[in-house]
């Protein structure tokens, strides 16, 4: 039996062999291992993983033992322009900035973890009731800290009596295996002039998304756009942090089509295949280390070739270690060493632009793909 794409119900879904030999990483950044079967829907390009028996043991073991960020309820940084600032910081900024929202309002978000996002939202809104959509109660007490925090649903099919003026998805659609079903759901959900927020990893330009082993689908802008409006949503699609992709939903949205946003998901492919190729066979004559500590760096870890170290500039990680190998802040490099910097060219060119003096004092390698 065919497997039926997620977004369009066409059987026209192409198997990609040569991912079967990638390694993987769970999207709580934890090694995890090849084997795994992912496709292209030809009739609507959605770039998807095969949901059979063997994709759904995955991940239960990868939800069973998930956490995504260390402590309580730490966000993760994203740096722009060489300035530190948290996701959720961002996108409540993005937000406001966006959507006329009022003095009173009730909020769900669906996929809440640990709360960053609904603690960053209060201090813009701080009148606003707090609702989360988690399918467990693993977090409960952090979010109830919020003293705008109102419930935890823990199923879809429970919320029946409320509605809300705003529902959020944060990096969460990807993991569903019926995103349109449940994007139906949620907006009957909204009041009439309720609106949507969506957050997903942007596949066209982070060839690592694909190797996320619970990562159901993988978008592109075109991809997104698609499924939600076959979700009946109007929608605005846009960059607004690097590699990621924003989507605003809702009455008055400029619902243009996105155009000339096509890629070819065999480059990527290609790509991870030569990055394993490179690190794997790399010379054991130097110590050599990855520039990051997320996604890209624990993929890493899962080949052959020891790495000696990792490098951070977010500086609550420096002097941690990840896989029992040091965390260093970049003037903290070995002399001589080789540095691998997992990352597009135009972010690598930054990279070694600001890291040009420490580059040249301590004779380091740095290591662009291309």
Request: net charge neutral; charged share 25%; aromatic share 10%.
């Amino acid at each position: 039996m065919k497997n039926k794409c997620i977004c369009c119900a066409s059987s026209e879904i192409v198997e990609l062999k040569s991912f079967s030999n990638l390694p993987r990483v769970s999207s709580d950044s934890k090694p995890f291992r090849s084997g795994g079967r992912i496709g292209r829907c030809n009739a609507c390009g959605l770039v998807q993983k095969f949901i059979d028996r063997k994709f759904m043991d995955e991940i239960t073991e990868i939800y069973g033992a998930y956490d995504m960020y260390d402590g309580d309820t730490t966000d993760q940084p994203i740096f722009i322009n060489g300035k530190e600032l948290t996701r959720s910081k961002i996108l409540v900024g993005e937000l406001a900035a966006k959507y006329t929202l009022p003095e009173y309002g009730r909020l769900l978000e669906i996929g809440a973890g640990k709360g960053a996002f609904l603690e960053e939202f209060s201090k813009y809104f701080p009148n606003w009731k707090l609702n989360s959509l988690e399918y467990d109660d693993k977090y409960i007490n952090l979010l109830k800290r919020n003293q705008n925090f109102e419930k935890n649903y823990t199923n879809i099919d429970d919320i029946n009596e409320v509605k809300f003026d705003l529902i959020v998805a944060i990096h969460t659609i990807e993991h569903i295996l019926d995103p349109i079903g449940n994007i139906k759901k949620a907006k009957k959900m909204l009041k009439d002039d309720g609106k949507m927020f969506f957050q997903v990893p942007d596949v066209a330009n982070s060839p690592f998304d694909i190797i996320i082993a619970d990562h159901v689908s993988h978008f592109n802008r075109q991809s997104l756009k698609q499924l939600l409006t076959r979700a009946g949503l109007h929608s605005e699609v846009q960059i607004v942090i690097p590699k990621e992709i924003t989507a605003y939903c809702g009455g008055g949205i400029d619902d243009r089509l996105i155009i000339g946003n096509d890629f070819d998901i065999v480059q990527n492919l290609n790509y991870l295949h030569r990055i394993m190729n490179l690190i794997k066979n790399y010379s054991k004559d130097y110590e050599l280390g990855i520039y990051g500590t997320t996604i890209a760096a624990n993929w890493l870890s899962n080949l052959d070739r020891a790495i000696s170290f990792y490098v951070e500039d977010d500086l609550t990680k420096v002097g941690k270690t990840l896989h029992e190998k040091k965390i260093r802040a970049t003037e903290d490099l070995p002399v001589g060493a080789h540095v691998f910097l997992p990352f597009s060219n135009s972010t690598n060119n930054a990279i070694i632009k600001k890291l040009a003096n420490i580059i040249q004092a301590k004779n380091i390698k740095v290591i662009p793909l291309d």
